[in-house]
Nanobody, 126 residues
Framework: QVQLLESGGGSVQAEGSLRLSCAASGYINEPNCMGWFRQVPGKEREGVAAIASDGRTSYADSVKGRFTISKDSAKNTLYLQMNTLKAEDTAMYFC????????????????????WGQGTQVTVSS
């Protein structure tokens, strides 16, 4: 059974940075796609970034050039480095895993991911 646990959220001023981590337990079959999503109340969960098991990455247009997704396979941990944060980045951030699939050039929709963490809140004040 795959379990995901996010950490690293918090409150930051605009233009600041945060680094989110997602520790995975259990084996995620390859190929796989790992992703970061975010959600604000009343809106659908939005894909932010994804990384395939071969290292290919994809990003939402709204975060390109500011966010970087990476992973440390030895530590079974996924990261999201968020720089130049904006007020509109405020959301609950979730990590997700999809075994037996790869990521394309765009972040897959949230329905493609069967495993989810509990989320970590990011609040950016302007």
């Amino acid at each position: 059974q795959v379990q995901l646990l996010e950490s690293g959220g918090g409150s930051v001023q605009a233009e600041g940075s945060l680094r989110l981590s997602c520790a995975a337990s259990g084996y995620i079959n390859e190929p796989n796609c790992m992703g970061w999503f975010r959600q604000v109340p009343g809106k659908e969960r939005e894909g932010v970034a994804a990384i395939a098991s071969d290292g290919r990455t994809s990003y939402a247009d709204s975060v390109k050039g500011r966010f970087t997704i990476s992973k440390d396979s030895a530590k079974n941990t996924l990261y999201l480095q968020m720089n130049t944060l904006k007020a509109e980045d405020t959301a609950m951030y979730f990590c997700a895993a999809a075994p037996f699939r790869t990521c394309s050039s765009v972040v897959p929709g949230f329905r493609a991911f069967p495993y989810w963490g509990q989320g970590t809140q990011v609040t950016v004040s302007s």
